[in-house]
């Protein structure tokens, strides 16, 4: 009952960051380390977003990621890693397990935000937004490294299923092209 309130009252009165025509730059999320933050920090910047773990077959994609995030930097572009356990238990770690895991293992130098749900009753907002019925691209996530392209206004242009690898001619493209829009 309480569940049917809630719903309710985001109906009639909205909530910023869910609207598949807001931006996501309004959608809160922490940092891996805790700290409060936003997507809104990355205003004018490309941002290829990744739900990641650390003991998945797709793990390896980190290695591609780190990639795309050094030669495009300085272009204005970043990754944004999050990790979630949603899959199979396959990000168990603390923050600082998950930290230390990429640091060693793919020297990841993008950010990574805390550990959240993608999917089920505790989605994270930035998921709801992101996957929800009036999303740009809508459905629920299918497995680790599902990735979102994301403008440097916060509009979602393309999504890339987890079996789309990093560094794929189709996501080079977009995010070429992203990167070229001004």
Known sequence: MKLIAILVFLALFGVTGLHAGSSVHDVKISTLDGKPSSLGEYKGKVVLLVNVASKCGLTPQYKALQA????????????????????????PGSPQEIQTFCAENYNVTF???????VKGPGQHPLYARLTGKDAEYPGEIKWNFGKFLISREGKVLKRFEPQTKPDAPEVISAIESALAAR
Not at 72 to 87: H, M, R
Not at 111 to 117: A, G, I, Q, R
């Open 111 to 117: 950010p990574l935000t805390e550990k959240v749900h």
């Open 68 to 91: 795309l995030q050094d030669k495009y930097a300085s272009q204005g572009f970043t990754v944004i890693g999050v990790p979630c356990n949603d899959f199979g238990a396959q990000e």
